[in-house]
């Protein structure tokens, strides 16, 4: 990627998003572009996770990270990507519940080589019965 200009990058964005948002303002000139462009490919592009699913995993992510913003910004982009109320409830809550087994199975110190090999005999059943 060449060298662009901060004008050119913001306005790049400013036609991609209707304005520049603050949290871009403060980025390093040199760093912009390439953020950017991060930012283009991850939020706004299609990738191999249709863009509801990955904002759908990002509402799940930041309800454990706490961050008031990344929530707020997933929950939007998932709406706009069209997820349902529904399915944003469902992305929390399933959170809540792998966050729940993750504190427990770490919390009892369950032998994680014990576990792998439990889950290949779990992987291993229920794919024989498909």
């Keep these: 990627m060449g060298e662009r200009s901060r004008s050119e990058v913001e306005s790049e964005i ?7 948002p603050h949290f871009f303002c403060g980025i390093p000139d040199d760093l912009l572009a390439y953020e950017w462009e991060l930012f283009k490919r991850f939020e706004l592009g299609e990738t191999l996770i249709p863009n509801k699913y990955k904002e759908l995993m990002g509402i799940a992510l930041h309800s ?15 709406r706009i990507f069209g997820a349902s109320e529904e399915e944003i409830q469902e992305a929390v809550h399933y959170a809540k519940h792998s966050l729940g087994w993750s504190a427990y199975l770490n919390g009892i110190r369950e ?12 992987k291993g059943y229920l794919g024989s019965q498909g």
Excluded: M, N, P, S
């Excluded at 400013?14 to 520049?20: D, I, P, R, T």
């Excluded at 454990?64 to 998932?78: D, P, S, V």
């Excluded at 032998?111 to 779990?122: C, K």
């Design 64 to 78: 454990e990270t706490k961050c008031r913003y990344c929530t707020l910004f997933h929950t939007e982009a998932a």
């Design 14 to 20: 400013k036609e991609a998003l209707g304005l520049v």
């Design 111 to 122: 032998d994680y080589d014990d576990f792998a090999q439990e889950l290949g005999q779990i």
